[in-house]
């Protein structure tokens, strides 16, 4: 059984997706699924976990996915896809110096992440570059913050998984308050050719059932001590243990997901790296 949903972390006023959606339920009284131990063992079990954010800047960009509140008077683009049978051809409000992931000269994923406050809607785009006067993306995918709708099977997002990317990251105002109420994003290095609810699509060409399928829900077990952690790693590694993390792209193993800010203690997220791959397991998530 759940418990009590909490309240939904919030933008600008707008929600991150309602309490009662997928991602934002709890885990923590939910069974340990059958093929748990050899998920996480695929992952890896002595993999220490990574706080991919923090504050300051990293080969030029800053560190983390970070994020654009904008408003009615943003001017509205197109966008050619790369993938655009899977892309939300529509017109995104992109503002002037628009925060891309890594920097404006950086390679990479390149997320961009906008959230229309005057709508409360939520556009992301993967792989945004400026090029002859147009806007150009690998993908696209645009959400209402209050009343979301999943992609059709077999969809990309702006995520491998099909998912959403803002309402699953760790993002400091949140810790500053002390409780993350949500699921947090994850990479692996390695996925199966399968997805599971929340997520709508894979990027694998692996059959191996001991392989995670893109949108798997992990938890960090009951028995993993947070005692010592410093407050900004503990209050994200209760995060993990009552909402868990989702995996949400191919990456490098054990990194979670979250945007940059000044206010974020990298000596104290680095102490996240106490847990091990061992300090989880696999859950049959909520549908």
């Not at 976990?49 to 994020?67: N, R």
């Not at 950086?106 to 556009?123: F, T």
């Not at 203690?265 to 696999?282: I, T, Y």
Request: aromatic share 8%.
């Amino acid at each position: 059984m759940l418990a009590t949903l909490a309240a939904a972390a919030t933008i600008a006023g707008c929600p991150l997706f309602p309490a009662g959606f997928s991602t934002n339920q709890r885990v923590d009284a939910l069974p340990v699924a059958p093929d748990s131990a050899a998920i996480v063992r695929s992952i890896g079990l002595d993999g220490t976990l990574k706080a991919d954010f923090g504050s300051g800047l990293w080969e030029g960009g800053p560190i983390g996915i970070p994020y654009d509140v904008v408003g009615p008077r943003t001017p509205r683009s197109r966008v050619r896809f790369d993938y655009a049978a899977e892309s939300d051809r529509v017109r995104y409000p992109i503002p002037p110096g628009v925060h891309v992931e890594g920097g404006p000269d950086a390679d990479g994923d390149r997320h961009a992440l906008l959230v229309d406050r005057s709508r409360c809607r939520l556009y992301e785009l993967y792989a945004l570059r400026r090029e002859g006067g147009r806007w150009s993306a690998g993908s696209g995918a645009r959400w209402s913050l209050r009343r979301p709708r999943i992609r059709p099977a077999g969809w990309t997002s702006a995520d491998a998984a099909g998912l959403p990317i803002l309402p699953l990251l760790a993002r400091y105002p949140e810790v500053r308050r002390g409780r993350i109420t949500h699921a947090l994003r994850m990479t692996v290095s390695e996925t199966r050719n399968a997805f599971v609810f929340p997520a709508r699509h894979f990027a694998s060409s692996h059959s191996d059932p001991a392989l995670p399928r893109m949108g798997e829900r992990l938890r960090l077990k009951a028995t993993a001590s947070l005692a010592g952690l410093p407050r900004q790693a503990r209050v994200v590694a209760r995060a993990m243990r009552e909402y868990g993390l989702i995996v949400a792209d191919n990456g490098s193993d054990w990194y979670v997901s979250g945007s940059p800010h000044r206010g974020w203690d990298n000596d104290q997220l680095r102490q996240l790296g106490r847990l091990r791959g061992s300090d989880f397991e696999v859950v049959q998530a909520p549908s």
